[in-house]
């Protein structure tokens, strides 16, 4: 069965630090994206980051970057020069490219510390 | 561009009454369409999702129901609600990429 991982219930940093999210993902396919929520109070979900499996570069936006290992099944984001609007509950998520659904890990609640 | 609009954003029902939440997509054809409900602080729950016009699939067994009665267009109902219907109940849709909408808050008392 295909499972995303996220084993942070909870992080904190420091405002202006870096922090990484850790999540892992099982599954036997080849061929599948990865992907970051961010879930603020609003409790709207707005994509983070997107990383296709078959290429090897690591997805980055702007102050936000992933380290994909993907023998290792690890998909970790980074975020640099934390920023008080950071703080949100963020979701790793997997879909394979030819299934209609996306498998969401329990999430990582952030807090920025001033 | 794409955007993904749901309404009501809050609602408070009584228990035992219907439930009629409306998602409408735009700037896009033929997307997947997804309802997903969400307790506090907890994880995101997967009910229905939605391939096509009349196409609902079914990922949890309760008292709710989905239609999508047009192609950018996916309702959310219950004929009577209980309290553990409460919780944001999250509209999404795909090409590759799901996108969200605001969601709605449902208190049911």
Redo the contacts between chains.
Sequence with gaps: AQTVTQSQPEMSVQEAETVTLSCTYDTSESDY?L?W?KQPP??????VI?QEAYKQQNATENRFSVNFQKAAKSFSLKISDSQLGDAAMY?C?YRT?RD???I????TRLHILP | SQTIHQWPATLVQPVGSPLSLECTVEGTSNPNLYWYRQAAGRGLQLLFYSVGIGQISSEVPQNLSASRPQDRQFILSSKKLLLSDSGFYLCAWSVETQYFGPGTRLLVL
Excluded: P
């Design positions: 994206y992907f929520y609003s409790r709207q979900m707005i994509l997107r979701f998520a490219r209609d659904k996306i969401f890990g329990k999430g």
